[in-house]
């Protein structure tokens, strides 16, 4: 019951978050703006066309505009809101999704990791993305999916929830990254979550679904690096809502 009282309140203090600004990327063809919105939810739009990243209903999206591509990376609520979805597609919009999704979005279209399919005219590519460390919440491996969107040249990588995994360090060419941080069990603390960056040196990257208001900590780690990390407020006060 009290942890049914703290989602509620949570969930409630969430849908008070105002419209965030976008960063805009120079690209070909026009700017990458990426809006960070809720917990692991982001806006990006490039070349006219929208894509919306694990619409979730807490955000703030009464600015926000109607998809043209929605991806999808796992299949909790805070990352396969079907209402959400519902509201912010545009009709007949494509929605990528990992298999184990299928069941609660038939519509969708399935992508497998390790697979690119170009959608809506966009490039997308699926990285695994999973734990490493056993423990309860636990994300196998080829549950969900990473993603790579191309637009204009610039490649874009939002992690999902994954530790560093080997998928994840092959990675080349990641102008910005979205990367998951404190997850439980110690699964990519600050440390772990920075040193990851290092094996691959997106350009920006931004940490975000983290469960605490310390991640100043990651900024910290990666001092000295070429590496610009962005810390939007993904959540009123900077704490996290706790991630899954």
């Known amino acids: 019951m009290r942890r049914t009282l703290t989602l509620a309140i949570a969930l409630t203090l969430l849908a008070l978050v105002p419209g965030l600004a976008a960063d805009k990327f120079p690209a070909a063809?026009?700017?990458?703006?990426?809006?960070?919105?809720?917990?692991?939810?982001?806006?990006?739009?490039?070349?006219?066309?929208v894509?919306?990243?694990?619409?979730?209903?807490?955000?703030?999206?009464?600015?926000?505009?109607?998809?043209?591509?929605?991806?999808?990376?796992?299949?909790?609520n805070d990352h396969l809101d079907v209402e959400t979805i519902g509201k912010i597609r545009k009709s007949g919009a494509p929605v990528l999704i990992p298999a184990a999704a299928k069941d609660k979005?038939?519509?969708?279209?399935?992508?497998?990791?390790?697979?690119?399919?170009?959608?809506?005219?966009?490039?997308?590519?699926?990285?695994?993305?999973?734990?490493?460390?056993?423990?309860?919440?636990?994300?196998?491996?080829?549950?969900?999916?990473?993603?790579?969107?191309?637009?204009?040249?610039?490649?874009?990588?939002?992690?999902?929830?994954?530790e560093c995994t080997p998928e994840m360090k092959a990675l080349k060419n990641i102008d910005v990254a979205f990367v998951s941080v404190y997850l439980p069990n110690e699964r990519?603390?600050?440390?772990?979550?920075?040193?990851?960056?290092?094996?691959f040196r997106p350009k920006v990257v931004y940490p975000y679904h983290f469960r605490t208001g310390k991640i100043q900590l990651f900024k910290d780690a990666l001092k000295g690096e070429p590496i610009d990390v962005r810390l939007p407020e993904w959540y009123p006060g900077g704490k996290g809502l706790g991630a899954r």
Not at 138 to 144: D, L, N, Q, T, V
């Open 51 to 76: 894509i919306q990243v694990d619409p979730w209903r807490p955000g703030d999206y009464a600015t926000a505009k109607p998809a043209d591509l929605i991806l999808v990376t796992d299949i909790q």
């Open 29 to 49: 063809g026009g700017d990458v703006e990426i809006t960070p919105i809720v917990h692991s939810s982001v806006q990006v739009e490039h070349g006219g066309k």
């Open 188 to 199: 990519m603390t600050p440390t772990a979550a920075a040193d990851c960056m290092k094996t």
């Open 105 to 162: 979005f038939p519509e969708g279209t399935v992508i497998a990791n390790g697979e690119t399919k170009t959608v809506a005219g966009i490039k997308v590519e699926a990285v695994a993305s999973y734990d490493l460390l056993p423990g309860d919440p636990f994300h196998p491996k080829g549950r969900a999916n990473g993603y790579i969107v191309t637009l204009g040249g610039q490649r874009v990588y939002f992690a999902g929830v994954s």
